[in-house]
């Protein structure tokens, strides 16, 4: 069994500003704890982040529940990740630590008590985070990185590989990227229509990169970027 996902942070240079864009996006309900603003009612845990540290990029990020981070930590090393942020604990209790895997791309580590997941992933709400994708210059290097630190299962679908939401607590994709873009981590959230919901990113100072596409047997899905350039997905089926 895999280790599951706890929660989800959007890192931001100002807070104030990506707290209106979510909750006007979204209708995510959207509350200043301090250094972290909490997100209600995305269906997943969720934080928007202060990020103060300019030698890092703002991002999407997941955290995923451990049972020791110093082992898994050093199973980033060995798999050719680094760590950025080490073992730290956390005025709620319980410590986090961050990585980035061999594409840059920052994750999370938690240990702490562990929240389930507000509903099934079979039944997402609308404005509910559904599943996320992990962009990789090598797909094979990013499965075996994610199966050794994470356990998670890992499918060879052709173009995108699918990651175990039985085991990662939310479905999954690692997809290969090839675009000259740098790679990215990010949440697919589910809406009722994607035509109003890019021209209301637009309207609110985000930029659309991915217009409404098509999916055979799955519906359609578009991308655009934050105010802080963070790419999110959105889908409808």
């Known amino acids: 069994m895999g280790q599951t996902i706890e929660m989800f942070v959007i890192a931001a240079r100002d807070g104030n500003r990506a707290k209106s864009f979510y909750e006007n996006l979204f209708n995510w309900k959207i509350t200043d704890v301090g250094p972290l603003l909490k997100i209600s009612d995305a269906g997943l845990n969720g ?25 898994c930590l050093a199973k980033v090393e060995e798999m050719g990740g680094s760590v950025i942020l080490p073992e730290m604990a956390v005025p709620t ?23 389930k997941n507000s ?29 050794t630190v994470f356990n998670w299962r890992i499918t060879d679908d052709g173009p995108v590989m699918s ?17 000259e873009e740098p790679t990215y981590l990010t949440l697919y959230i589910k809406v009722a229509d994607i035509s109003a919901c890019l021209e209301k990113v637009s309207q609110l100072g985000g930029k659309v990169i991915v217009p409404e596409t098509a999916i055979p047997d799955f519906g359609t899905f578009a991308q655009f970027l934050d105010l ?10």
């Not at 802080?228 to 089926?237: E, L, Q």
């Open 93 to 115: 209790g319980g410590s986090i630590a961050q990585f980035v895997d061999p594409d840059g791309n920052i994750v999370g580590a938690y240990r702490g008590s562990k929240h």
């Open 163 to 179: 990651i175990s939401g039985e085991d990662a607590g939310l479905n999954g994709l690692i997809y290969n990227w090839t675009r």
């Open 228 to 237: 802080d350039g963070n790419v999110i997905g959105i889908y409808n089926g």
């Open 47 to 71: 934080h928007i982040l202060k990020w103060p540290h300019r030698d890092h990029p703002t991002h999407v990020s997941i955290y995923v529940n451990v049972d020791n981070i110093q082992e």
């Open 119 to 147: 509903q099934s992933m079979d039944n997402i709400a609308v404005n509910h985070i559904s599943f996320f994708e992990i962009a990789a210059r090598e797909g094979s290097r990013s499965q075996k990185f994610y199966q």
